[in-house]
């Protein structure tokens, strides 16, 4: 699944992958889809184990060769709080620690937006005067 956001110049990519595997089909598509990608923010999402975490290094490596930026900031449920939730026990928004990591990573996300937007406005300003 690959979810981009944003209006006009700016934008940003939340890419995800219930595979515990890089993901070739992800892979090809972010290819196919290089020059509306590059130099945009990012962020990998997967919901699976340890597994889910070695993919998710992988992909960011892609995305790197692809100009994009990932973000530091991260949201990871444990594993307890997981099946507290899988069983209605209670819900995501409840947790405060997921509150408050997500609020973080959308926060880096976003700034790495502008910041990005900016960069490639210079640049293609720069590219026009040539």
Known sequence: MTETFGAGSVSGALLGSPATTV???LIAAMEEEIAPLERR?????HRRNVGAARAVQQLKLTTVELQMAPVRSAV?????????VAKGEQTLDSIDYLNDA???????????????RDARQVTEAAQKVA
């Open 23 to 25: 993901d070739a089909v």
């Open 41 to 45: 923010a990012e962020h990998l999402a």
């Open 76 to 84: 990871h449920v444990l594993g307890a709080d997981f099946m507290s």
């Open 102 to 116: 997500l609020a973080a990573l959308l926060d880096d996300l976003e700034w790495w937006t502008f910041a990005l």
